[in-house]
């Protein structure tokens, strides 16, 4: 794809002209030289900001559970498969849950996710979740958020009813790939739980993580899946290789492969928001400040499972230098 290809592109999009690129457009924006990044943010950077204006949305989480989770994903450090010499708990206190949000609050995030480890939440770890989102809904303005692993259509429900706004569960990579990174489930299962997530009347935030051997091809064809099921929000992810895990070897991405990552998954979902979260201190460095512009709307802030992040001071120092802001809690 040529400059003028991609400015026209560009174009469509922000006319309203052409609002869904096709596969062939995403592959020509893949196959782009280094040299033409600072084109492909300027044009990322247009349609964000003709969709999501001047605000930035900033996630928060907490490992609420970890360790000993059955499935075998090869990047994970949670997996009971892999030896990586994490921290296993059970989940903690409802009332722990709720003193962190208030933190993450205080910090300037504007939403709160409790994360568990395992195939799927039990009857028990549920009640448990349920009563916290409950009482953080109560003492704050935090939209809360879920990770807990497969749902069905009633734990989906329960969920709602204790508002909870926004359920979590990434696809990972694409479907063509997922052999090649978790075995013990399959890509379907993971696909039911955001319909089920859907059906509910949750938001879905539902992406996947890049570095993991997966080419182009795949990462084009989980943008697209991810259109196709009409996810509401779109986590990026990058491997930062953790010890004891199948990957532990694989080299981290260079920060231009990441920024084309993010430029086009806002060129495939114009208006959705696209985040950005684990792996990005390791794999941006320096680049950090280029994810805003490169066509996200959003990000973790604080500390990921097992591995930390920066802290908040510094992405909101790194907002206002943009020009942008925080978006109001809700």
């Known amino acids: 794809m040529h400059s003028r290809e991609i400015m026209r592109l560009t174009g469509g999009i922000l006319s309203g002209r052409k609002r869904a690129i096709t596969v062939r457009d995403a592959i020509k924006i893949s196959e782009m030289p280094d040299d033409e990044i600072p084109l492909l943010v300027s044009c990322a950077d247009r349609i964000r900001r003709a ?86 809904r109560r003492r704050t303005p935090l939209t809360v958020c879920a990770s807990l692993g497969v749902l069905t259509h009633d734990m989906a429900n329960d969920l709602k009813k204790a508002g909870v706004g ?59 899946t991810l259109r196709e099921i009409d996810v509401d929000g779109i986590p990026i992810n990058f491997l930062n290789p953790i010890p004891g895990t199948p990957l532990e070897g694989r080299p981290l991405m260079r920060p231009v492969e ?28 320096d680049f950090q400040s280029w994810l805003l512009p490169a066509g996200a709307n959003g990000m973790i802030v604080g500390n990921y499972l097992t591995t930390p992040g920066r802290g908040a001071g510094a992405d909101l120092n790194m907002i206002s230098d943009l020009g942008l802001r925080s978006e109001s809690t809700a």
């Open 51 to 136: 969709a999501k204006k001047d605000r930035v949305v900033l996630c928060s989480i907490i490992n609420a559970k970890s360790g000993r989770c059955p499935e075998n994903c090869s990047f994970c450090a949670q997996s009971a498969h892999h030896r990586t010499g994490i921290e296993n708990y059970p989940l903690i206190d409802p009332e722990e849950m709720v003193g962190a949000a208030e933190r993450m609050h205080r910090s300037g995030a504007t939403r709160f996710s409790f994360v568990v480890s395992g195939y799927a939440p039990s009857g028990r770890d549920m009640e448990k979740i349920c009563r916290a989102a409950r009482e953080i």
């Open 258 to 285: 990441a920024l084309k990552c993010i430029v086009l998954f806002r060129f495939v979902h114009p208006e959705k928001n696209i985040f950005i979260c684990g792996g990005r201190e390791k794999v941006l460095g």
């Open 166 to 224: 926004v359920y979590h569960h990434n696809l990972e990579t694409a479907r063509g790939y997922f052999r090649e990174v978790c075995t013990t489930h399959d890509y379907e299962v993971d696909i039911e739980t955001v319909k089920a997530a859907k059906a509910a009347g949750l938001r879905t935030c539902c992406g996947g993580i890049f570095g993991l051997g997966e080419s182009w091809e795949h990462r084009i064809e989980l943008a697209f």
